[in-house]
């Protein structure tokens, strides 16, 4: 956009330029002369002007050479042009009064059908494109104005329409001279210099931008009506009067040397200034050129002026600018900004030792539940809200700066300890303690917030927020609503659980995970009813890990959907196994279903192809489901769960009791099983309200139809209890532990029961 808006700005710079050169101009050779010395090399490295005399013959006014040497050769057209056959553009444009655009060798070879004089001079100029304008009076052509190049793609649309602007602008001050030519002699040099003052003064007043004349000395010898408004200057106020005598303050952006050096032959630019219009209070800024004023002898008579009213460019830049460094919604600094402020300190830190400051991270607590509930717009209101409360509790020095979504940064200068970070930390942690009013609601919010400190020696500002985010999400880890400062040992931490993360990616194409198989016991018999089936992670250095140590990671990192379908499928392809083996031993086997995967739009299909891939009957499959993955969207599960009841599949509720328990689930779902949190079992015996609430769900879930497995059964008194309450399946250590496949089949080989 700046590009296309500089090529503006020069493109009516070089056409006020051309109407100073106009007005000055003593006749039609002069005019043309001086229009073709303009034009080239800045539009041509050739040009010519032609014009039709009123006994109908062609002459030519002009023609410049950019080269010194061709030079010579291209006056040669000059003066009368002889009759006689002619194929070339500028006889076509002549009769059509239409512009031609072209490249020699591309457009039919005119040029062997041109006149002889024609033909040698392009040879010779080594014209290889062209552009031809019509010069029309009152609609018709009177002659042509030629653009010629060396280059053969120097001519594209943009220089077709900026030669076009010349041309008209030659042949209006052409059609003044050859008026006047018509008139008397006596009376023909007053017209002429009346119609070129009237000419002059209809384009400055006209063109977009201030034009001004110098003399020698620098007094103002004109001075348009855009400079009148630009400045609120008079005409009559500046005329005659020396530009720094009236504007003194040019000095200090050093106009006086750039006039020095105009007047020298240089045509030269200076620095953008600000403007205020006296009495109106208006301001802007504007940029100004500078080049020399040549009369027709070719000596420099004085300085042109171009001025430009920039202020929309120059606000644009600044708005760019302060959109590139601050967030859009809340207007604070982004993280461009922060991090740029905290390079900062930390070159400062390393000057003075004695300098501390620390980076703080903020997170939101739960903010994604604002937007799911009452909707992104209250969402935005109350990020502002923050903004506004966080900026508040804010000392001379700090920073706050929003990171995106509901994440927050702040620069904290002057701590240096523990203590005083700590007071600044819960005085900004306070401001959450009075709710925020969205959509004439009260919402309360908490934040987690981790801080990293400058005492640590760091000399990298993104390694300093690094270390704020993990003390962040070690504080939500605790119990949200909180603050932690880092330490070495956090860092420890987090390479650990990276390269876990890592190790954790790999590890089902190494063939590192394995599934153990825990005996689900028929408590009116004690014989094996079934197994559930859970994942084991054999790392290469650190053993055999437990499920509570990676899946956590593996359920924040997506990880957990491809390991439950390998799981899945090795559970049937497993039981598909010991069926051959052990006809007729009709076990089940459990497995757990991620609230990942449960919300995967291919469960159903990905369900399909393991059970066609292992041929294990899916009546004795039990998918274990979570309660939290059935009711974050109560209504697209209970759709789900219908379709894996179609297939056969038994479904269960697992680890009822734990999380958001309602008895009214067990009605509202097509369940088979409800599997009893261990929690419950282990308050058998000692907590009578626990054990009266086991017993209702219990009840219910026979009343619906419903078995029931009580799992983390480890003591006789337990199993005692529970056979009073009369569950149908338990499990736990009781009997075993998770054991592997080869354990497992012994069970089945012995026919174990207890």
Same mark, same amino acid.
């Given at each position: 956009?700046? &590009? #296309?808006?500089?090529?503006? *700005?020069?493109? /009516?710079?070089?056409?006020?330029?051309? +109407? $100073?050169?106009? %007005?000055?101009?003593?006749?039609?050779?002069?005019?043309?002369?001086?229009?073709?010395?303009?034009?080239?090399?800045?539009?041509?490295?050739?040009?010519?002007?032609?014009?039709?005399?009123?006994?109908?013959?062609?002459?030519?006014?002009?023609?410049?050479?950019?080269?010194?040497?061709?030079?010579?050769?291209?006056?040669?057209?000059?003066?009368?042009?002889?009759?006689?056959? &002619? #194929?070339?553009?500028?006889? *076509?444009?002549? /009769?059509?009064?239409?512009?031609?655009? +072209? $490249?020699?060798? %591309?457009?039919?070879?005119?040029?062997?059908?041109?006149?002889?004089?024609?033909?040698?001079?392009?040879?010779?100029?080594?014209?290889?494109?062209?552009?031809?304008?019509?010069?029309?009076?009152?609609?018709?052509?009177?002659?042509?104005?030629?653009?010629?190049?060396?280059?053969?793609?120097?001519?594209?649309?943009?220089?077709?329409?900026?030669?076009?602007?010349?041309?008209?602008?030659?042949?209006?001050?052409?059609?003044?001279?050859?008026?006047?030519?018509?008139?008397?002699?006596?009376?023909? %040099?007053?017209?002429?210099?009346?119609?070129?003052?009237?000419?002059?003064?209809?384009?400055?007043?006209?063109?977009?931008?201030?034009?001004?004349?110098?003399?020698?000395?620098?007094?103002?010898?004109?001075?348009?009506?855009?400079?009148?408004?630009?400045?609120?200057?008079?005409?009559?106020?500046?005329?005659?009067?020396?530009?720094?005598?009236?504007?003194?303050?040019?000095?200090?952006?050093?106009?006086?040397?750039?006039?020095?050096?105009?007047?020298?032959?240089?045509?030269?630019?200076?620095?953008?200034?600000?403007?205020?219009?006296?009495?109106?209070?208006?301001?802007?800024?504007?940029?100004?050129?500078?080049?020399?004023?040549?009369?027709?002898?070719?000596?420099?008579?004085?300085?042109?002026?171009?001025?430009?009213?920039?202020?929309?460019?120059?606000?644009?830049?600044?708005?760019?600018?302060?959109?590139?460094?601050?967030?859009?919604?809340?207007?604070?600094?982004?993280?461009?900004?922060?991090?740029?402020?905290?390079?900062?300190?930390?070159?400062?830190?390393?000057?003075?030792?004695?300098?501390?400051?620390?980076?703080?991270?903020?997170?939101?607590?739960?903010?994604?539940?604002?937007?799911?509930?009452?909707?992104?717009?209250?969402?935005?209101?109350?990020?502002?809200?923050?903004?506004?409360?966080?900026?508040?509790?804010?000392?001379?020095?700090?920073?706050?700066?929003?990171?995106?979504?509901?994440?927050?940064?702040?620069?904290?200068?002057?701590?240096?300890?523990?203590?005083?970070?700590?007071?600044?930390?819960?005085?900004?942690?306070?401001?959450?303690?009075?709710?925020?009013?969205?959509?004439?609601?009260?919402?309360?919010?908490?934040?987690?917030?981790?801080?990293?400190?400058?005492?640590?020696?760091?000399?990298?500002?993104?390694?300093?927020?690094?270390?704020?985010?993990?003390?962040?999400?070690?504080?939500?880890?605790?119990?949200?609503?909180?603050?932690?400062?880092?330490?070495?040992?956090?860092?420890?931490?987090?390479?650990?659980?990276?390269?876990?993360?890592?190790?954790?990616?790999?590890?089902?194409?190494?063939?590192?995970?394995?599934?153990?198989?825990?005996?689900?016991?028929?408590?009116?018999?004690?014989?094996?009813?079934?197994?559930?089936?859970?994942?084991?992670?054999?790392?290469?250095?650190?053993?055999?890990?437990?499920?509570?140590?990676?899946?956590?990671?593996?359920?924040?990192?997506?990880?957990?959907?491809?390991?439950?379908?390998?799981?899945?499928?090795?559970?049937?392809?497993?039981?598909?196994?010991?069926?051959?083996?052990?006809?007729?031993?009709?076990?089940?086997?459990?497995?757990?279903?991620?609230?990942?995967?449960?919300?995967?739009?291919?469960?159903?299909?990905?369900?399909?192809?393991?059970?066609?891939?292992?041929?294990?009957?899916?009546?004795?499959?039990?998918?274990?489901?979570?309660?939290?993955?059935?009711?974050?969207?109560?209504?697209?599960?209970?759709?789900?769960?219908?379709?894996?009841?179609?297939?056969?599949?038994?479904?269960?509720?697992?680890?009822?009791?734990?999380?958001?328990?309602?008895?009214?689930?067990?009605?509202?779902?097509?369940?088979?099983?409800?599997?009893?949190?261990?929690?419950?079992?282990?308050?058998?015996?000692?907590?009578?309200?626990?054990?009266?609430?086991?017993?209702?769900?219990?009840?219910?879930?026979?009343?619906?139809?419903?078995?029931?497995?009580?799992?983390?059964?480890?003591?006789?008194?337990?199993?005692?209890?529970?056979?009073?309450?009369?569950?149908?399946?338990?499990?736990?250590?009781?009997?075993?532990?998770?054991?592997?496949?080869?354990?497992?089949?012994?069970?089945?080989?012995?026919?174990?029961?207890?």
């Amino acid at each position: 956009m700046h &590009d #296309a808006v500089s090529r503006i *700005e020069e493109r /009516q710079a070089f056409l006020a330029k051309l +109407g $100073v050169v106009a %007005a000055s101009a003593p006749d039609t050779a002069a005019l043309a002369t001086n229009i073709a010395g303009l034009v080239v090399p800045q539009h041509a490295d050739w040009c010519f002007i032609e014009v039709v005399d009123a006994d109908g013959s062609r002459r030519c006014l002009a023609s410049i050479h950019a080269d010194p040497e061709l030079d010579g050769t291209a006056r040669r057209r000059l003066g009368r042009i002889e009759p006689g056959p &002619d #194929a070339s553009p500028f006889a *076509e444009v002549l /009769q059509t009064g239409k512009p031609m655009i +072209g $490249v020699l060798g %591309a457009d039919g070879g005119w040029v062997d059908r041109s006149r002889e004089q024609d033909r040698d001079l392009i040879r010779r100029l080594g014209v290889h494109s062209y552009i031809v304008h019509p010069l029309l009076s009152r609609g018709q052509p009177v002659g042509v104005m030629a653009f010629m190049a060396a280059d053969p793609t120097r001519y594209g649309a943009d220089e077709l329409n900026a030669t076009g602007d010349i041309a008209r602008r030659v042949a209006a001050a052409l059609d003044n001279f050859l008026l006047a030519d018509t008139l008397e002699a006596a009376r023909r %040099a007053e017209e002429r210099a009346q119609q070129s003052e009237h000419f002059l003064r209809t384009i400055l007043s006209s063109v977009g931008e201030g034009v001004i004349v110098y003399d020698r000395e620098l007094r103002h010898q004109m001075w348009n009506a855009f400079m009148e408004q630009l400045t609120g200057r008079r005409e009559q106020e500046v005329i005659g009067k020396r530009a720094l005598d009236v504007f003194p303050h040019l000095r200090e952006y050093g106009v006086d040397h750039l006039m020095q050096r105009a007047l020298a032959g240089e045509t030269v630019h200076a620095p953008d200034m600000p403007y205020r219009v006296p009495h109106t209070g208006r301001s802007g800024w504007m940029s100004t050129s500078y080049s020399p004023h040549v009369a027709p002898t070719g000596e420099i008579i004085g300085v042109v002026g171009i001025v430009h009213d920039v202020s929309e460019r120059k606000r644009a830049e600044e708005q760019l600018m302060h959109n590139a460094l601050h967030d859009v919604l809340t207007g604070l600094p982004n993280r461009a900004l922060f991090l740029d402020r905290l390079d900062r300190l930390l070159r400062h830190g390393t000057r003075d030792a004695s300098f501390g400051f620390g980076v703080a991270f903020l997170d939101v607590d739960r903010f994604k539940v604002v937007n799911d509930s009452l909707g992104h717009a209250a969402g935005d209101e109350m990020l502002i809200a923050i903004a506004r409360r966080l900026e508040s509790c804010l000392r001379l020095g700090d920073t706050v700066a929003r990171f995106g979504g509901d994440e927050f940064a702040i620069l904290l200068s002057g701590v240096h300890d523990v203590e005083g970070t700590t007071r600044v930390a819960e005085r900004i942690l306070h401001e959450f303690a009075e709710p925020f009013v969205l959509n004439g609601q009260e919402v309360f919010a908490s934040a987690s917030m981790g801080i990293s400190l400058s005492t640590m020696g760091y000399t990298d500002g993104d390694a300093m927020l690094r270390d704020a985010d993990t003390a962040m999400y070690r504080a939500k880890g605790v119990g949200r609503g909180r603050f932690e400062i880092f330490d070495r040992a956090m860092h420890t931490q987090a390479v650990l659980q990276l390269e876990l993360e890592t190790d954790l990616r790999r590890a089902l194409e190494r063939g590192e995970l394995v599934v153990h198989y825990q005996p689900i016991v028929d408590l009116r018999d004690g014989r094996l009813a079934g197994f559930e089936a859970l994942v084991r992670w054999q790392h290469p250095t650190r053993g055999l890990m437990q499920p509570a140590d990676f899946i956590p990671l593996a359920e924040e990192t997506g990880a957990i959907v491809p390991i439950g379908w390998w799981v899945l499928r090795e559970a049937c392809r497993q039981m598909r196994e010991w069926d051959e083996l052990y006809p007729g031993s009709e076990l089940t086997v459990s497995v757990n279903v991620s609230a990942r995967q449960f919300a995967q739009p291919d469960l159903e299909e990905q369900l399909d192809r393991i059970l066609l891939e292992t041929r294990f009957d899916p009546r004795r499959l039990k998918l274990e489901i979570t309660e939290s993955a059935v009711v974050r969207n109560s209504a697209a599960a209970a759709v789900t769960l219908a379709a894996l009841r179609e297939r056969g599949v038994q479904l269960c509720l697992d680890d009822f009791g734990t999380g958001y328990s309602s008895l009214g689930y067990l009605h509202a779902f097509p369940l088979d099983t409800i599997k009893i949190d261990r929690t419950f079992v282990a308050a058998l015996g000692n907590d009578a309200p626990t054990t009266e609430l086991l017993q209702t769900i219990l009840e219910l879930g026979r009343t619906l139809g419903m078995d029931a497995i009580a799992e983390g059964v480890e003591s006789a008194e337990q199993l005692e209890a529970l056979k009073a309450l009369g569950p149908r399946h338990v499990q736990g250590y009781f009997f075993a532990s998770p054991l592997l496949p080869a354990e497992a089949e012994a069970l089945i080989r012995e026919g174990r029961s207890w």
